[in-house]
């Protein structure tokens, strides 16, 4: 290898077939230990669209988007060579003491998209846009508490993870802040918390990434007159449904008049290429925090702002409209919704499809005929979630399209696809899932075996 270049297709060429070894000596090791265990094991060669290529240049579908995001699918040739330009360009960039233009023109044109909302922080993730906003919400209101809905997921740093609605995350790293969790959408619970007169805000995700629950409609314009009667702000983290997801630019758009005081974003904001994250907020939150010029560095990162990730958002928030993404999201996703709820009368194992947009749920429950209840039952038993990973299984290893089941002990798999699918996919997705449907309801065979190997290991799942 010349001195002068690192040459990576070469190192990929390589060392590539390492890759499992090498992440279990340096890295997570459960990790490929889960990914031998349930067969995905996969040597994704290239990626393009909604599509992922092996050696053998198979054609995988993604519905899972890197865990929601590449809203554009891979490899958006606009947001590439915009990500290319910006190097060539040689700006100067974080040099910390200028202005760059390129971070106000991404927040001009995100605060176009959010009347109400008058400034932006960003950071590098979604965690950090979280804990950006749980610290402006404190010192904007002077008070400690944040409350946080059961289920919830808001990332896993220490102040993101004092927010978490599941045991499993938080156990091992306490202890954290004293915030206090409520169900999502509990009008009583929030009122008696606010009561008490020491809480900042609620942080809610309008429909949870965990099972893809919705705050009921209306409730979130109800949850909100709550708060402001008692001084205390409303938090919509839109990490996971923000950038079109759900078919509206935010989900929080989508019931008329609501009206936060921070939001979150990140994942889908810089179309996959660079880590970002962005806190939206009111004008008068951001001058309690940066109040004097002593202030002017109390809350900053040293990447944040940085011009690939800001170049990478502005293309991306140009895709957006010139594809019309977001309508996209809004009609494909009706129809996948559709298309799915007609299999739930055929299906006794299938439950309930929900969700908005192109974030979907799909939630199997308890069969009625006694051939499956046995089966069923005995998964249940040894732990809750075994079906839904039952049927993930069969869609990769059979079907070449990549879900997952949305968190621990849960059946319920998400989809969160590249936002700019379209019939075909949906097609290939439903004709897929129904053959798996198929041989799940003849009660025997090669799905119900794995299912008894299943019982024998524990696989963790994401919201
Ligand atoms: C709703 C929500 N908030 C916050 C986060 C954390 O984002 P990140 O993984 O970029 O830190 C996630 C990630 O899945 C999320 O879904």
Redesign the pocket.
């Known amino acids: 290898m010349p001195a002068d270049r690192l040459d990576l297709a070469a190192l990929i060429a390589e060392r590539g077939s390492e890759r499992y070894e090498l992440n279990a000596r340096y890295l997570n090791p459960q990790l490929p230990r889960m990914l031998h265990a349930i067969g995905f094991d996969r040597y994704y060669e290239r990626a393009e669209g909604p599509y992922f290529y092996d050696a053998e240049g198979n054609e995988y579908l993604d519905m899972l988007a890197g865990?929601?995001i590449f809203a554009l699918g891979r490899h958006h040739p606009v947001v590439r060579a915009a990500v290319h330009q910006v190097m060539d360009l040689g700006l100067p960039d974080l040099t910390r003491f200028d202005c760059s233009p390129l971070p106000g023109l991404l927040a001009e044109q995100l605060l176009s998209y959010t009347p109400g909302l008058d400034r932006v922080f960003f950071g590098n993730?979604?965690?950090?846009a979280?804990e950006t906003a749980l610290k402006f919400a404190r010192c904007a209101t002077g008070r400690p508490r944040i409350l946080y809905c059961d289920h919830a997921?808001?990332?896993?740093t220490a102040g993101?993870l004092s927010v978490n609605g599941e045991g499993g995350f938080r156990r091992g790293f306490g202890p954290l802040l004293p915030d206090t969790a409520i169900p999502l959408g509990d009008l009583g619970a929030l009122a008696k918390e606010l009561k008490k007169g020491d809480v900042a805000a609620l942080i809610v995700?309008p429909i949870q990434?965990k099972g893809v629950h919705a705050v009921p409609p209306g409730r979130l314009l109800a949850v909100q007159q709550l708060l402001h009667e008692h001084r205390a702000l409303l938090i919509c983290?839109e990490?996971?449904t923000g950038i079109g997801r759900t078919g509206d630019f935010f989900a929080y758009q989508h019931e008329e008049g609501v009206q936060p005081d921070l939001v979150?974003a990140?994942?889908a904001l810089s179309g996959g290429y660079v880590p970002i994250?962005a806190t939206l907020g009111k004008g008068w939150i951001f001058e309690k925090v940066y109040s004097s010029m002593d202030r002017v560095l109390v809350h900053s990162a040293s990447f944040g702002s940085n011009a690939q990730a800001m170049a990478a958002g502005l293309a991306t928030l140009h895709v957006l409209r010139e594809e019309r993404v977001v309508e996209n999201a809004h009609r494909v996703g009706e129809l996948f919704r559709a298309r799915l709820a007609a299999l739930v009368e055929r299906y006794e194992l299938l439950a309930e499809v929900r969700g908005r947009g192109l974030m979907i749920g799909i939630e199997f429950g308890r069969p009625k005929s006694l051939k499956l209840r046995t089966g069923w039952t005995a998964l249940q038993a040894a732990r809750k979630g075994l079906f839904a990973q039952m049927v993930v299984v069969p869609l990769l290893q059979r079907h070449r399209i990549l879900t997952q089941v949305s968190g621990d002990h849960l059946e319920v798999i998400k989809l969160i696809p590249p936002l700019i699918i379209t019939e075909r996919e949906v097609d290939r997705f439903v004709d897929a899932f129904t053959e798996v449907m198929e041989d799940a309801h003849r009660g025997s065979g090669l799905m119900w075996d794995f299912g008894r190997t299943l019982v024998k290991q524990a696989v963790g799942s994401r919201?």
């Not at 993730?125 to 950090?128: A, C, D, R």
């Not at 997921?153 to 896993?156: D, N, P, V």
Request: a negative charge; glycine letters at 22%.
């Open positions: 865990f929601g993730s979604g965690t950090e979280v997921f808001h990332g896993l993101s995700e990434g983290d990490v996971q979150c990140a994942k994250g919201p």
